[in-house]
């Protein structure tokens, strides 16, 4: 019984150590996507445009917005 609970104890110490050693990436290391489904020019386009100017000035990463318009607005879930 001692002995399992000290096999436990160290694989725990163990696990706590290597797990440690893993490090995310720094956010966001990558240009954002911001995808709607309405039309090129409508009000959501330009909302999202402004929006997304005003996110990469606070980011400082590029953020691009995709339109896909069509068939109900399913194409931009995909």
Known sequence: ???AFLQGGLFGVLLAAVTSLAQAQDFPSK?????HGLAVGGQVDTSVRLLAG???KKLNVPVVVQAKPGAGQAIAIT
């Open 54 to 56: 005003a996110l990469s």
């Open 1 to 3: 019984m001692k002995r």
């Open 31 to 35: 240009p954002i996507s911001l995808v």
